[in-house]
């Protein structure tokens, strides 16, 4: 039932996605509230099975992913903005929680979404009169491929 301590994560990634959506901006306060609801999520799973290395293992995988996520926006200027990496905190350590395979799984699914998302989302752009006209918010596929990693865990 690891699955249920991923919540924390998961829902701070949707409210991060309606306001990329609305406002393109990800706000790092609510990054931080979630990422510290995630990591006591996660601190409690390690009590509750006795495995306090989870949350270490959590903590290191979205040290990780962040820092990947970073090396993806710095090496395509303009492709992802910095609130797409801190986007990546608190829902790595939600999937971070789940071990390396659900990693992987939730970086495909997010390759996946997100090349999907961007072709909808230039088809069917409905701000494209408004300022953020050409603007794609990748905060929802991030979210989309850790919702994918984490029912694939609820599965097995």
């Known amino acids: 039932m690891p699955y249920l301590f991923t919540l924390p994560g998961l829902l ?8 990329d959506l609305r406002h393109r901006r990800v706000p790092v306060i609510w990054m931080m509230i979630g990422a510290i609801l995630q990591l ?6 390690g009590v509750w099975t006795n495995d306090l290395f989870a949350l270490l293992q959590a903590l290191l995988f979205a040290v990780l992913c962040a820092f990947i996520q970073l090396a993806l926006a710095l090496a395509a200027p303009k492709s992802l903005g910095f609130g797409d990496v801190t986007a990546m905190i608190p829902m790595g350590l939600a999937v971070g929680l789940l071990g390396l395979t659900y990693i992987v799984v939730w970086w495909l699914a ?3 979404c997100g090349l999907l998302w961007i072709v909808l989302w230039t088809k069917f752009d ?9 603007k794609i918010p990748y905060v929802p596929a ?11 865990a609820a599965i097995a």
């Not at 701070?12 to 306001?19: F, R, V």
């Not at 409905?126 to 050409?134: E, G, H, I, N």
């Not at 850790?146 to 694939?152: F, G, M, N, R, Y």
């Open 12 to 19: 701070c990634g949707l409210a991060l996605s309606i306001e």
């Open 40 to 45: 006591v999520a996660d601190f409690a799973y």
């Open 110 to 112: 997010m390759g996946a």
């Open 142 to 152: 991030i979210l989309a491929g850790a919702t994918v990693s984490v029912a694939l």
């Open 126 to 134: 409905p701000q494209r009169s408004t300022a953020y006209a050409r």
